[in-house]
């Protein structure tokens, strides 16, 4: 079983940053597909960025520029860093691991935009 946590939301306001963390523990080796989804109110979730491999990422075209995916493998952790956040970034950002064909979420951390 893999348990996966997500910390670091908050209120910001625009133009400010915010940095999210997520862990996974558990009964696992090594996780390389981890990464970052949110989702609004009235809309489905979206994938924000992810690590595709070790090393390779991929990131929703809005947030390119902006947001920066990083790891620390030997924590099986992963983070955002959001800079220039808008109020359109606002959103229950959900941590995903994808681990021996299963996914893993995270309970959520509220990320809210707003002056």
């Known amino acids: 079983q893999v348990q996966v946590v997500e910390s670091g939301g908050g209120l910001v306001q625009p133009g400010g940053s915010l940095r999210l963390s997520c862990s996974a523990s558990?009964?696992?080796?090594?996780?390389?597909?981890m990464g970052w989804y949110r989702q609004a109110p009235g809309k489905e979730r979206e994938l924000v960025a992810r690590?595709?491999?070790?090393?390779?990422?991929n990131y929703k075209d809005s947030v390119k520029g902006r947001f920066t995916i990083s790891r620390d493998n030997a924590k099986n952790t992963v983070y955002l860093q959001m800079n220039s956040l808008k109020p359109e970034d606002t959103a229950v950002y959900y941590c995903?691991?994808?681990?021996?064909?299963?996914?893993?979420w995270g309970k959520g951390t509220l990320v809210t935009v707003s002056s």
């Open positions: 558990g009964s696992i080796f090594d996780i390389n597909i």
């Open positions: 995903n691991a994808f681990y021996l064909s299963q996914n893993y």
């Open positions: 690590f595709t491999s070790r090393s390779a990422t």
